[in-house]
């Protein structure tokens, strides 16, 4: 990839997607950005017509469906169905015009319910998946094994990122279904400040321990990646985290501090908590050359400062 390759960010207007724009603009990148009125990902005929009319050197593949567990729980078809249709459309059309390069984006949720911690890369698919997420691991997956088999049958270079769990800007806050935990955390403790709320209900117990990494160290962490790793038949996913982690009680803590919220937190035991621990090894990227930046406490002040400036256009 250099300053002259035309690339191509799928998902670009999501939290991933807008912050691969932020970072490849930065670097002075050249970047082709359909809104997605003009280009449906689901529509096999659309993506080939895209991909033959502009040619892309690079492609970022960060679209995907993406949705809380309870949400995962109620439509386990439509995380597989739409998140297959968007990689099969995308890598096929990568392979057909000839995509130079194509970085996919795995998922923690990747590795198995009872995963060795830290979990390395190896440990892929050596074990049942978590229940609540299966559908939505199953696709991914998929991505990762269509990418080996581009790479194998075709000789392309698909490789893949597995990040711990973004946050950031541009995430979804107030969305029923797609909200990830530290954005629902913001939305639900500022919602209960403005309105006087003395008790806010969280799902679970609290005693999950979680990996946050902030949307634009992965960002980072992605142009580094296509710039300095390629594939090879045996492993091309690496993880992408920051080595560190806390229990979704700490982090609720952090965040009520953040946002100011002076009342207290009722934990719904009755609702599943996932994954009881996932915490990735990332000594494979650190030992190519990069780190993280952002620190979790500094990473959420950013977030609730940018959703205090955009909380009326988010959901």
């Not at 003009?38 to 960060?62: I, M, Q, S």
């Not at 279904?177 to 530290?182: A, D, F, M, P």
């Amino acid at each position: 990839m250099n300053k002259n390759s035309r690339i191509y960010v799928a998902g670009h207007t999501g939290l991933l997607g807008s912050a691969l724009v932020r970072r490849l603009g930065q670097r002075g990148y050249s970047l082709l950005a359909p809104s997605k009125r003009n280009l449906n990902l689901l529509n096999r005929y659309a993506v080939e017509r895209f991909f033959k009319t502009a040619r892309p050197d690079c492609v970022f593949l960060a679209a995907a469906k993406v949705g809380n567990i309870a949400e995962n729980i109620r439509h386990p078809v439509e995380f597989l169905e739409e998140n297959l249709l968007i990689q099969q459309n995308v890598m096929r059309a990568a392979y057909e015009t000839g995509v130079k390069k194509l970085l996919f984006f795995g998922s923690n949720c990747c590795y198995p319910g009872e995963c060795p911690q830290p979990m390395r890369e190896e440990y892929l698919m050596t074990g049942p998946l978590e229940p609540t997420n299966r559908a939505y691991a199953m696709a991914k997956l998929t991505g990762i094994e269509m990418c080996l088999a581009f790479n194998a049958q075709y000789g392309t270079n698909f490789i893949v990122a597995m990040p711990a769990s973004i946050y950031g800007e541009n995430d979804h806050f107030d969305s029923a279904y797609r909200s990830h935990v530290i954005s629902s955390l913001i939305a639900k403790f500022h919602n209960a400040k403005i309105s006087g709320q003395k008790e806010v209900v969280l799902f679970g117990d609290g005693s999950p321990l979680r990996e946050f990494i902030y949307c634009d160290d992965v960002a980072d962490a992605s142009v580094f990646l296509m710039e300095n790793f390629n594939e090879s038949l045996d492993q091309i996913w690496v993880n992408v985290g920051t080595g560190t982690e806390c229990s979704v009680k700490e982090l609720a803590e952090m965040i009520k501090s953040a946002v100011g919220y002076k009342g207290g937190v009722l934990w719904d035991v009755t609702q599943p908590n996932g994954m009881p621990r996932k915490l990735l090894d990332s000594s494979k990227c650190r030992n190519l050359g990069w780190n993280y930046k952002v620190e979790l406490k500094n990473g959420i002040s950013l977030t609730y400062e940018w959703y205090l400036k955009n909380r009326k256009e988010t959901d």
